[in-house]
């Protein structure tokens, strides 16, 4: 099973500033890697796939880039309702696994 | 609108059984790739199962393998996942999700989920 490690685990920012979010996979998942946002008693919503595409929707100042084994998740300008909880995904052999979270909270 | 409608969670003692259900509307359900995945209470997501747009095949996660059966009805446009000797451990909000078209695998639509509580 392929293990997916974020990083940090929380991550305390106000609003503005960069936001930068690290999930590393246990080997390599190519470009199959997605991003998903997740507020309180919400599903999850999709903001990337294949590592670095935004999902229909998504503003620009969610990107996405790496391959391989190490990805990032990167935030331009925080907006207020950007603070939420961030999961990376992977696929392999239609088997998928998620990393543990981050949350980005507002400082 | 696209939508995914879970229904049939609620409270089961350990050992019991529960049918989970996840209506789609609004895409053709047939032509989708589908997913369950779940969430404990103040955790984070765990995949669960997938199957194949016309059902053939089927992957479990080791946690539920031999327990959970999923299964679709494409005429119903419906989902299902039936769960078997529940334990405390299966306690999580059970969401359905759709596989996206040519997104790499990514899940594009949830459901809202429902909650399934397995406790004495």
């Known amino acids: 099973e392929i293990v997916l490690t974020q990083s940090p685990a929380t991550l305390s920012l106000s609003p503005g500033e960069r936001a930068t979010l690290s999930c590393r996979a246990s080997?390599?998942?190519?470009?199959?890697l997605a991003w998903y946002q997740q507020k309180p008693g919400q599903a999850p919503r999709l903001l990337i796939y294949?590592?670095?595409n935004r999902a229909t929707g998504i503003p620009a100042r969610f990107s996405g880039s790496g391959s391989g084994t190490d990805f990032t998740l990167t935030i331009s300008s925080l907006e207020p309702e950007d603070f939420a909880v961030y999961y990376c995904?992977?696929?392999?052999?239609?088997?998928?696994?998620f990393g543990q979270g981050t949350k980005l909270e507002i400082k | 609108e696209v939508q995914l409608v879970e229904s049939g969670g609620g409270l089961v003692q350990p050992g019991g059984s529960l049918r989970l259900s996840c209506a789609a509307s609004?895409?053709?359900?047939?032509?989708?790739?589908m997913n369950w995945v779940r969430q404990a209470p103040g955790k984070g997501l765990e995949w669960v199962s997938y199957?194949?747009?016309?059902?053939?095949?089927?992957y479990y996660a080791d946690s539920v393998k031999g327990r959970f059966t999923i299964s679709r009805d494409n005429a119903k446009n419906s989902l299902y996942l039936q769960m078997n000797s529940l334990r405390a451990e299966d306690t999580a909000v059970y969401y359905c999700?759709?596989?996206?078209?040519?997104?790499?695998?990514?899940?594009?639509?949830w459901g809202q989920g429902t909650m399934v509580t397995v406790s004495s």
């Open positions: 609004g895409f053709t359900f047939s032509s989708y790739e």
């Open positions: 199957i194949s747009s016309s059902g053939s095949t089927i």
């Open positions: 995904q992977q696929r392999s052999n239609w088997r998928y696994t």
């Open positions: 294949d590592a670095s």
């Open positions: 080997q390599s998942v190519s470009s199959y």
């Open positions: 999700a759709r596989v996206g078209p040519m997104i790499g695998g990514a899940f594009d639509i």
